[in-house]
T-cell receptor
Framework: DGGITQSPKYLFRKEGQNVTLSCEQN?????MYWYRQDPGQGLRLIYY???????QKGDIAEGYSVSREKKESFPLTVTSAQKNPTAFYLCASSSRGASSGVNTGELFFGEGSRLTVL | EDKVVQSPLSLVVHEGDTVTLNCSYE??????LLWYKQEKKAPTFLFML????IEKKSGRLSSILDKKELFSILNITATQTGDSAVYLCAVHYGGSQGNLIFGKGTKLSVKP
């Protein structure tokens, strides 16, 4: 079945450690995104990528890094520089409209990864 | 500053009630407005609205967009406990490939 797979679902880390969250999609989507969700804050964009080997910072990129070496994969590293890393992280992807070639805006989400830093 | 505001932030109703969730926005170069339902983890897509005044319907859920007044509503009739979720509104806007900005969501609780 087509979809987005995030792993791990739950992760505990000590302060000062880097951690990498995995996101894989088999939807053949060009664009991929990472969002952070905190209670009462909605979804905030961390990084996004419209094409392989290219990515842009979102609204809250500080303390995070990404790579996009393959179309299917968009891993997110939460570095020790991120001051409040405990959160729920959502990966998403989107396709281009068939006629316009422009991103349609509709996102398909993974199940999320809940990171707790102790 | 581009923004999306949802109201109310939370709502408690009883089964059978009808609810209306609101989403207002201020963005440059509006493209579309999207509604998602988030029960526990992954948000799931409900509607995409691009034109004013055209109601989108799916079962007991419906939504409409007003591009003049810059808002959308999501209606749920005859609510059921399974409708309990956070409902997210997002607006796709901007040039080139565009950007997507989310509201904070409305948490709906439906009591039996």
């Amino acid at each position: 079945d087509g979809g987005i797979t995030q792993s791990p679902k739950y992760l505990f880390r000590k302060e000062g450690q880097n951690v990498t969250l995995s996101c894989e999609q088999n939807l053949n989507h060009d664009a991929m995104y990472w969002y952070r969700q905190d209670p009462g804050q909605g979804l905030r964009l961390i990084y996004y990528s419209q094409i392989v080997n290219d990515f842009q910072k979102g609204d809250i990129a500080e303390g995070y890094s990404v790579s996009r070496e393959k179309k299917e994969s968009f891993p997110l590293t939460v570095t020790s520089a991120q001051k409040n890393p405990t959160a729920f992280y959502l990966c998403a992807s989107s396709s281009r409209g068939a006629s316009s070639g422009v991103n349609t805006g509709e996102l398909f989400f993974g199940e999320g990864s809940r990171l707790t830093v102790l | 500053e581009d923004k999306v505001v949802q109201s109310p932030l939370s709502l408690v109703v009883h089964e059978g009630d009808t609810v209306t969730l609101n989403c207002s926005y201020e963005v440059t170069n509006f493209r579309s407005l999207l509604w998602y339902k988030q029960e526990k983890k992954a948000p799931t897509f409900l509607f995409m609205l691009t034109s004013s005044g055209i109601e989108k319907k799916s079962g007991r859920l419906s939504s409409i967009l007003d591009k003049k007044e810059l808002f959308s509503i999501l209606n749920i009739t005859a609510t059921q406990t399974g409708d309990s979720a956070v409902y997210l509104c997002a607006v796709h806007y901007g040039g080139s490939q565009g950007n997507l900005i989310f509201g904070k969501g409305t948490k709906l609780s439906v009591k039996p």
